[in-house]
Nanobody, 118 residues
């Protein structure tokens, strides 16, 4: 089992940047694919980006392409989400999640709030 703790959220002006971090503890970090999701008030949680176990393959939602970058450092047991050109509609609670091969994302952090002001 893996425990996940997000950090790096905050308030930023539209057009600005933020880097979210998610630190893991517990089970072997490199066994897990990792992802970022977000949930805005009154909306369902949605996929943002994911990265495979060794960091060689990533995928992102359409809204994130070209603006958000997911990366990981297995030595530090941390996954990152670098967000740029932020928009007010990016305001949400951002969650990181972990998945073993063949499984859905089953381990979740507590989330970090990102607020983008216009």
């Amino acid at each position: 089992q893996v425990q996940l703790v997000e950090s790096g959220g905050g308030v930023v002006q539209a057009g600005g940047s933020l880097r979210l971090s998610c630190a893991a503890s517990g089970s072997t970090f490199s066994r897990y694919a990792l992802g970022w999701f977000r949930q805005a008030p009154g909306k369902e949680r949605e996929f943002v980006a994911r990265i495979n176990r060794d960091g060689s393959i990533t995928a992102a939602a359409d809204f994130a392409e070209g603006r958000f970058t997911i990366s990981r450092d297995n030595a530090k047991k941390t996954v990152y989400l670098h967000m740029s050109s932020l928009k007010p509609e990016d305001t949400a609670v951002y969650y990181c999640a972990a998945a073993l091969i063949g499984s859905d994302f089953q381990y979740w952090g507590q989330g970090t709030q990102v607020t983008v002001s216009s």
